[in-house]
């Protein structure tokens, strides 16, 4: 079963602050992503990646970074959070023309 | 603009009927895939057809490539299958994937 696995899994941080949210996967895939998830806008994708050492920009990528340090590991940094940044994170695991696995998501609220 | 447009964006039934899901993409793609997502919950995958005809009990999938439409049939609806239906694809020659903003489904007893 392949198994996407975010922490953590609720997190509050302070205006200003940095913050990183991880993810970990034992599917062997090349392809990484990083979603949002606010009402009315769906899911929407921040950063992805094709392997280790590579990050992209997805289609919101302002106020976030990624690192992809290895093939098992993504990393979404927000180096100064703001209260617009407050949603649900997921993350998600693939190969070309396969099926993608999620992660149960991150909550972050930035207060 | 926008890639994937799912349609309805809402709807209501009641417990025995069916209903039909539609998800509309303008570029050709690598994958297509079909997630169910209850309320602050995870993304539970249904379906992964990047082409043709799936089924898994009560559920139904089909894609058309050609006419750029996925399309999700339930039978016979239960009030255990409210909750928000997304469909996602892989734009070719992009390794990207994207989705549509869903479709809220409420099934009443």
């Known amino acids: 079963e392949a198994a996407v696995t975010q922490s953590p899994r609720n997190k509050v941080a302070v205006t200003g602050g940095k913050v990183t949210l991880s993810c970990n996967q034992t599917n062997n895939h090349n392809n990484m992503y990083w979603y949002r998830q606010d009402t009315g806008h769906g899911l929407r994708l921040i950063h992805y990646?094709?392997?280790?050492?590579?990050?992209e920009k997805g289609d919101i990528p302002d106020g976030y970074k990624a690192s992809r340090p290895s093939q098992e590991n993504f990393s979404l940094i927000l180096e100064l959070a703001t209260p617009s940044q407050t949603s649900v994170y997921f993350c998600?695991?693939?190969?070309?023309?396969?099926?993608?696995?999620f992660g149960k998501g991150t909550r972050l609220t930035v207060v | 603009g926008q890639q994937v447009q799912q349609s309805p964006a809402s709807l209501v039934l009641q417990e025995g009927e069916n209903a039909e899901l539609q998800c509309n993409f303008s570029?050709?793609?690598?994958?297509m895939q079909w997630f169910y997502q209850r309320p602050g919950g995870s993304l539970v995958s249904l379906f992964y057809?990047?082409?043709g005809t799936k089924h898994s009990g009560r559920l139904t999938s089909t894609t058309v490539i050609k006419e750029r439409r996925s399309s999700l049939h339930i039978s016979s609806s239960q009030t255990t299958d409210s909750g928000t239906y997304l469909c996602a694809l892989d734009p070719s020659n992009t390794n990207k994937v994207v989705f549509g903003t869903g479709t809220r489904l409420q099934v009443l007893p």
């Open positions: 570029t050709s793609l690598n994958s």
């Open positions: 998600a695991s693939g190969q070309a023309n396969t099926e993608v696995f």
């Open positions: 990646s094709y392997g280790a050492g590579s990050t």
């Open positions: 057809n990047p082409s």
